[in-house]
């Protein structure tokens, strides 16, 4: 499995951002794909996931209501819309993939086995 994501850049604050990750190498039938997001000297933390096979996705209280997940099948690719961003939205942001998904697992960075390099996302007040 591979992930590749982009988008990332620096906006100003109340601004948006759409994010994107390629996934190649599997059908994703079954998986998680979820965004994740580490900030400078901070642990990385969970955004926003989703299941391939729908329709389930969730969001961590901190996004919720300015992000949106989404995936395109056919491009096998995942969104991560990012509106009304904020300074404390800044970190550089992960996607990864986890196999035999279950609701419980979707929001917990430990259980995601595929990672792709991070895209950063710099908010300026």
Known sequence: VQLQASGGGAVQAGESLRLS????????????????????????????????????????????????????????TVYLQMNSLEPEDTAV????????????SLGVPSLYPYWGKGTKVTVLQ
């Open 93 to 104: 942001y992960y996607c990864a993939a986890k196999p035999r998904v279950i609701n419980s």
């Open 21 to 76: 990750c390629a996934a190649s190498g599997s059908t994703f039938v079954g998986y998680g794909l979820g965004w994740f997001r580490q900030a400078p000297g901070k642990e990385r933390e969970f955004v926003a996931a989703l299941k391939w096979s729908g329709p389930t996705t969730i969001y961590s209280d901190s996004v919720k209501g300015r992000f949106t997940i989404s995936r395109d099948k056919a491009k096998s």
